[in-house]
């Protein structure tokens, strides 16, 4: 009797171990971290850029420094946002 509530023990943990394994997130792609900051201003991008680069989100990243820099070429992180770009797709390979 303990033995089968055992066995039937094992079952349900491994049954939700494979349906953990089955939702696990799938990495990021440039067009959903797109989609995520679509409408951030300038400052918005900034400070995802930043956030991003400290938790080692190499994608996330240089996609926020990019944007950034795209839409303010003459902009006062101009410069910081470009190199901080070109930083973080080299980090991606």
């Known amino acids: 009797m303990a033995n089968r509530f055992l066995q039937l023990v094992v079952v349900a943990c491994v049954g939700l171990g494979l349906s953990a394994c089955s939702t696990a997130r799938r990495p ?4 959903s971290v797109l989609r995520s900051v679509e409408g951030y ?3 918005e991008l900034w400070l995802c850029g930043r956030a991003a ?3 080692e989100d190499h994608l996330r990243a240089a996609v ?3 944007l950034l820099a795209d839409r303010s070429p003459i902009g006062p992180r101009w410069r910081e946002a470009t190199l901080e770009a070109a930083a ?4 991606l390979g």
């Open 41 to 43: 201003d300038d400052e």
């Open 88 to 91: 973080a797709w080299e980090r």
């Open 64 to 66: 926020c420094f990019s």
């Open 28 to 31: 990021a792609t440039v067009e």
């Open 53 to 55: 680069k400290q938790a």
